[in-house]
């Protein structure tokens, strides 16, 4: 168990609350690319670039506040695994080697492939818990399989694919494509709206509300289309590009990367248009490379260029350090299901898993 | 991440192009297979070969994308966005990547693709554009296809392959030709690519810190004004006298403003009046790279030198133009 030293210079404008986090290093056998915990929250799994799954089996430990920890390392992947999502206990994950694998977290030995795209890279992922549905993507190709495997919608939108999100309750898939959006019914098998702007769309993400389709760009921009009113609108100023956005659950908020900040875009009442985002734990010479929502508190958790990971509240700004400067970039982070665990995996192989008082709040 | 940690973890990438039968994939297969003890990525439009290791050549799609910043000439290959981006992603360090372009393609979306993108340009390192030429069939396609003008145009090293085919006389034409479209590139003769590795992999062609002289061309010579003026020329400038920085960077930023489609490639090496150190820069197009170089020594020759490959080029106009930037 080591409590972290917050008191770190580089991290300024942070109010510190040290000893409601703990923190405890996990190793990795590689990069970790992406990471997941299961819906009953005791299991965490980290995909590799090696093509490992690590899974990390949370209990509570009668000693100690830190949970004691096991780990199950499998070479699922023959190379890089890319992306990893949980689907009730279970997870899904997706590799470079065109296979999406179905993990049986109690017997990992157990898992199957799930779908595969011969010869070709999966690159987005994206799962719903309310339609139990899995949206892989590889190339121009959308496919939509439920857990046994099965095929609900398989699509070519007719442009590379570079992301993938459901909207809240798993009925709508917004796909991320050169040029602009195509959204799909996976129960009809039909795509439906092609929502155009010209250029290189990165990321995708939908409201809580299932109001907005927002989408990262290559110019470092949000794009935003109201599907209400069908208008869209840009959002700029970041100085990176953004590779993660987030919503917090309960206040219809857009959390994104690529700032020196963790920002904050309330799409509320009449949306962010006008209205300046809250800005989160500012970090010097950092930027935000992961970003996760609380699943029940209107808190943000941000993982930096530099390293540092932080939790703030989306409402205010203010910042608790996590874990300070040092070690390696940040590229993933995910809460448990109850939002007692944040885990924050790097690039340089490592994963720090945090225990948050439950009592912790974000003055 | 500190500097230190960027630099040592830089990728150099190599961009390879050539005309058709040139001899790409022979080099490729060359890189891929041979026992050098190093892990090269090959990113491809099509590749044949059997027999390699498939994880390690990736097709690419050639998405090419307008950038939305105002730049007229400024097109990214997104596919080598989204390639790249996925190589990095793996847990073996590699010590190259080389992008082959098709036979036909104009290779500037993907140099500019480094430039425009910052995550490429954190990890990865363009190191030079290498050019194949098919000594025997340059010169009956050179004058009809402007890629195949482009592709020598374009080059930091050109291996001028299947000299076996060709005599002694047929290859100086032959090189004659490839000096007035390029009088920076460092040519090879090669048969069936055989060449050392490392004269053509991690050369650092686009770094400014090693862009310390611009070698002399092959000809010295301007082309005529007026020749052709749609082809290709290569048109070196130098001076002895002190450029004063400000007349010379207003002139460069109209030129390039209003010239840069035709500009293919920029490379200069110049002794500012009252600087210590060279002031080098490159430019692909309308994209510039500008830095601090290496300190003038006390017995060196403080002559400035520049290098314009495009269309369009007036060579006395820009001598001109040059030397107006020398007057007080």
């Given at each position: 168990?080591?409590?972290?030293?917050?008191?770190?210079?580089?991290?300024?404008?942070?109010?510190?609350?040290?000893?409601?986090?703990?923190?405890?290093?996990?190793?990795?056998?590689?990069?970790?690319?992406?990471?997941?915990?299961?819906?009953?929250?005791?299991?965490?799994?980290?995909?590799?670039?090696?093509?490992?799954?690590?899974?990390?089996?949370?209990?509570?430990?009668?000693?100690?506040?830190?949970?004691?920890?096991?780990?199950?390392?499998?070479?699922?992947?023959?190379?890089?695994?890319?992306?990893?999502?949980?689907?009730?206990?279970?997870?899904?994950?997706?590799?470079?080697?065109?296979?999406?694998?179905?993990?049986?977290?109690?017997?990992?030995?157990?898992?199957?492939?799930?779908?595969?795209?011969?010869?070709?890279?999966?690159?987005?992922?994206?799962?719903?818990?309310?339609?139990?549905?899995?949206?892989?993507?590889?190339?121009?190709?959308?496919?939509?399989?439920?857990?046994?495997?099965?095929?609900?919608?398989?699509?070519?939108?007719?442009?590379?694919?570079?992301?993938?999100?459901?909207?809240?309750?798993?009925?709508?898939?917004?796909?991320?494509?050169?040029?602009?959006?195509?959204?799909?019914?996976?129960?009809?098998?039909?795509?439906?709206?092609?929502?155009?702007?010209?250029?290189?769309?990165?990321?995708?993400?939908?409201?809580?509300?299932?109001?907005?389709?927002?989408?990262?760009?290559?110019?470092?921009?949000?794009?935003?289309?109201?599907?209400?009113?069908?208008?869209?609108?840009?959002?700029?100023?970041?100085?990176?590009?953004?590779?993660?956005?987030?919503?917090?659950?309960?206040?219809?908020?857009?959390?994104?990367?690529?700032?020196?900040?963790?920002?904050?875009?309330?799409?509320?009442?009449?949306?962010?248009?006008?209205?300046?985002?809250?800005?989160?734990?500012?970090?010097?010479?950092?930027?935000?490379?992961?970003?996760?929502?609380?699943?029940?508190?209107?808190?943000?958790?941000?993982?930096?260029?530099?390293?540092?990971?932080?939790?703030?509240?989306?409402?205010?700004?203010?910042?608790?350090?996590?874990?300070?400067?040092?070690?390696?970039?940040?590229?993933?982070?995910?809460?448990?299901?109850?939002?007692?665990?944040?885990?924050?995996?790097?690039?340089?192989?490592?994963?720090?898993?945090?225990?948050?008082?439950?009592?912790?709040?974000?003055? | 991440?500190?500097?230190?940690?960027?630099?040592?973890?830089?990728?150099?990438?190599?961009?390879?192009?050539?005309?058709?039968?040139?001899?790409?994939?022979?080099?490729?297969?060359?890189?891929?297979?041979?026992?050098?003890?190093?892990?090269?990525?090959?990113?491809?439009?099509?590749?044949?070969?059997?027999?390699?290791?498939?994880?390690?050549?990736?097709?690419?799609?050639?998405?090419?994308?307008?950038?939305?910043?105002?730049?007229?000439?400024?097109?990214?290959?997104?596919?080598?966005?989204?390639?790249?981006?996925?190589?990095?992603?793996?847990?073996?360090?590699?010590?190259?990547?080389?992008?082959?372009?098709?036979?036909?393609?104009?290779?500037?979306?993907?140099?500019?693709?480094?430039?425009?993108?910052?995550?490429?340009?954190?990890?990865?390192?363009?190191?030079?554009?290498?050019?194949?030429?098919?000594?025997?069939?340059?010169?009956?396609?050179?004058?009809?296809?402007?890629?195949?003008e482009e592709q020598v145009a374009f080059a930091d090293i050109i291996l001028l392959n299947k000299t076996d085919l060709v005599d002694e006389d047929g290859q100086s034409a032959v090189e004659k030709k490839i000096r007035q479209l390029n009088q920076f590139a460092k040519v090879h003769k090669t048969q069936k690519a055989g060449i050392d590795l490392n004269q053509v992999l991690s050369r650092g062609s686009f770094d400014l810190k090693r862009l310390i002289e611009i070698e002399p061309g092959f000809l010295e010579e301007n082309p005529d004004d007026h020749e052709h003026d749609d082809s290709i020329v290569s048109v070196s400038l130098r001076t002895s006298k002190p450029v004063q920085p400000d007349k010379f960077s207003s002139w460069m930023r109209e030129f390039i403003r209003d010239r840069g489609v035709d500009v293919l490639r920029t490379k200069g090496i110049l002794a500012l009046d009252g600087q210590e150190q060279r002031y080098v820069f490159q430019g692909v197009h309308?994209?510039?790279?500008?830095?601090?170089?290496?300190?003038?020594?006390?017995?060196?020759?403080?002559?400035?030198?520049?290098?314009?490959?495009?269309?369009?080029?007036?060579?006395?106009?820009?001598?001109?133009?040059?030397?107006?930037?020398?007057?007080?």
């Amino acid at each position: 168990m080591n409590v972290q030293v917050t008191d770190d210079p580089r991290a300024i404008g942070v109010e510190v609350l040290s000893p409601l986090v703990q923190s405890q290093q996990l190793d990795l056998p590689a990069n970790a690319t992406d990471c997941a915990f299961s819906s009953c929250g005791t299991i965490c799994a980290v995909s590799l670039g090696d093509g490992s799954i690590s899974l990390f089996e949370i209990s509570d430990s009668e000693n100690s506040a830190a949970p004691k920890v096991t780990t199950v390392n499998d070479k699922l992947h023959h190379v890089a695994a890319v992306g990893i999502q949980s689907l009730g206990s279970d997870f899904v994950s997706i590799g470079q080697d065109g296979r999406a694998v179905w993990i049986d977290s109690s017997a990992p030995e157990n898992s199957r492939i799930l779908f595969e795209f011969p010869g070709a890279w999966i690159e987005s992922i994206a799962v719903s818990e309310d339609s139990g549905l899995i949206a892989l993507a590889s190339g121009h190709r959308c496919v939509v399989v439920d857990r046994q495997g099965d095929v609900h919608l398989d699509a070519d939108v007719g442009s590379t694919i570079s992301d993938l999100a459901f909207d809240a309750v798993g009925r709508r898939l917004a796909i991320s494509r050169y040029d602009g959006v195509t959204t799909a019914t996976p129960a009809t098998g039909e795509l439906d709206l092609q929502l155009d702007w010209k250029g290189s769309h990165t990321g995708v993400s939908w409201s809580p509300s299932g109001r907005y389709i927002v989408t990262a760009t290559q110019e470092k921009e949000l794009h935003v289309w109201d599907l209400v009113t069908l208008q869209d609108f840009r959002i700029g100023g970041y100085p990176r590009k953004c590779h993660q956005m987030v919503w917090s659950a309960k206040d219809e908020i857009l959390a994104c990367s690529g700032a020196d900040v963790i920002t904050a875009w309330s799409f509320a009442g009449t949306g962010p248009a006008g209205r300046p985002p809250v800005e989160i734990g500012f970090v010097f010479g950092g930027t935000v490379s992961a970003v996760a929502a609380h699943p029940e508190k209107p808190l943000i958790a941000g993982g930096f260029s530099t390293g540092n990971v932080l939790v703030g509240a989306t409402g205010k700004g203010e910042a608790v350090v996590a874990k300070a400067a040092g070690g390696s970039p940040v590229t993933c982070l995910a809460w448990s299901p109850t939002g007692t665990h944040l885990v924050a995996g790097n690039e340089a192989g490592g994963a720090t898993l945090f225990t948050l008082a439950d009592d912790l709040k974000v003055k | 991440m500190s500097e230190a940690v960027q630099l040592a973890t830089k990728v150099p990438v190599t961009l390879l192009t050539g005309y058709l039968g040139a001899g790409k994939t022979t080099l490729l297969n060359r890189i891929l297979s041979e026992d050098h003890g190093k892990k090269y990525a090959v990113i491809v439009n099509e590749f044949g070969e059997e027999g390699i290791d498939n994880d390690l050549v990736i097709d690419a799609d050639e998405e090419i994308f307008e950038m939305n910043n105002g730049c007229i000439c400024c097109t990214v290959r997104g596919d080598l966005i989204r390639i790249l981006g996925g190589l990095l992603k793996r847990a073996d360090q590699l010590d190259g990547i080389l992008i082959e372009t098709t036979g036909l393609a104009d290779p500037s979306p993907v140099i500019q693709t480094f430039f425009v993108d910052d995550d490429l340009r954190d990890r990865l390192a363009l190191d030079s554009i290498v050019s194949m030429v098919d000594a025997k069939h340059f010169l009956d396609t050179v004058d009809n296809e402007h890629e195949c003008e482009e592709q020598v145009a374009f080059a930091d090293i050109i291996l001028l392959n299947k000299t076996d085919l060709v005599d002694e006389d047929g290859q100086s034409a032959v090189e004659k030709k490839i000096r007035q479209l390029n009088q920076f590139a460092k040519v090879h003769k090669t048969q069936k690519a055989g060449i050392d590795l490392n004269q053509v992999l991690s050369r650092g062609s686009f770094d400014l810190k090693r862009l310390i002289e611009i070698e002399p061309g092959f000809l010295e010579e301007n082309p005529d004004d007026h020749e052709h003026d749609d082809s290709i020329v290569s048109v070196s400038l130098r001076t002895s006298k002190p450029v004063q920085p400000d007349k010379f960077s207003s002139w460069m930023r109209e030129f390039i403003r209003d010239r840069g489609v035709d500009v293919l490639r920029t490379k200069g090496i110049l002794a500012l009046d009252g600087q210590e150190q060279r002031y080098v820069f490159q430019g692909v197009h309308m994209v510039m790279d500008s830095d601090w170089g290496k300190a003038w020594q006390p017995e060196e020759k403080r002559e400035s030198r520049l290098v314009f490959i495009g269309r369009n080029l007036n060579a006395t106009e820009l001598e001109n133009a040059f030397t107006a930037c020398t007057s007080t």
